[in-house]
């Protein structure tokens, strides 16, 4: 078993791909099938063996702590209504794990989102870093899929991968190989959203992490990066040194739900995994 117990779900960004919607809603509130985008990915951590859940939130996301407590008075009105199997469903949010919560005053960015949550990481310690608007239908947990790679590098911190067309690369993070294993690679460097000329591969970070706390002496220097913020990406490069910086490209489908195209999609995609509507959801996609 991995010792990665604690996963870090900075959740303090603006949402500006997805407004008006999250104007009042946070986007990771939305509803993809049955509940809120956050909870798929904290069920994600949670069957990874993950225990505590960090989020670092800004102001006006108190629906988010709501959603992770326990309501008694929904219990209690259930409970008279006989209503067993519901009893169970909203009890479960908060049997995930234990939940702390930590306020980013200003959208500085996702290095910055992530530093805010450093009082909670020990010394020399690994930890996920969990964006939750990404959200992934696979058999075995993504962010499991890096402890993985974890353990067999006897401790490196592990990147979630895509590879992407070649003339998309200048919207994302990408990394330089250093050198391909089996189903993994070594890192040695990364660029915040080069131009298509510059970029050193087609490989890039997606929302999912595993780092060692190291990376929190260059966050705690508040550099400013690309588009004037404070980049996560910036920071790994630290951790190319002993054990070492690698990436999987990890099995499993994402769903990008900052984005109207990609919270579509993952609707219908965890719809069509869901046993009690799939088959009147694929009648349905047939007739369009
Ligand atoms: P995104 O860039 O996808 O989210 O950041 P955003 O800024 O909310 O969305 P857009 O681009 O304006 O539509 C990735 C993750 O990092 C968090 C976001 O909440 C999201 O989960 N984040 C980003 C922070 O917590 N703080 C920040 O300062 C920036």
Known sequence: MSSIKKAIFPIAGLGT??????????????????????EWAVIEASKAGIEEMIFVISSNKNSVIEHFDRSEILENALKKKKKIDQIGLVQSQNQLGSFSFVIQDEPKGLGHAVWCARKFIGTNENFAVILPDDIILSKIPAIKQLMRVHLKTN????????????KEVSKYGVIKIKKRYENYFSISNLVEKPMYSQAPSNLTVVGRYLLN???????????K?????IQ???????????????????NGKRFDCGSK???????INFGLND???KSNLKGMLRKL
């Open 213 to 223: 706390s190291k990376v929190f002496n260059y966050l705690s220097l508040q550099k």
């Open 17 to 38: 791909r997805f407004l008006p919607a999250t104007k009042s809603i946070p986007k990771e509130m939305l509803i993809v099938l049955d509940r809120p985008v956050i």
């Open 155 to 166: 401790g490196g911190s592990v990147l979630g991968l895509e590879s992407v067309p070649k």
């Open 232 to 250: 996560l990406t910036d920071s790994l490069v630290q951790l190319t040194d002993k054990p070492g910086l690698y990436g999987i490209e990890f």
């Open 275 to 277: 046993g009690d509507i």
């Open 261 to 267: 195209f990609g919270f579509i999609e993952a609707n």
């Open 225 to 229: 990066g690309y588009g004037n913020e």
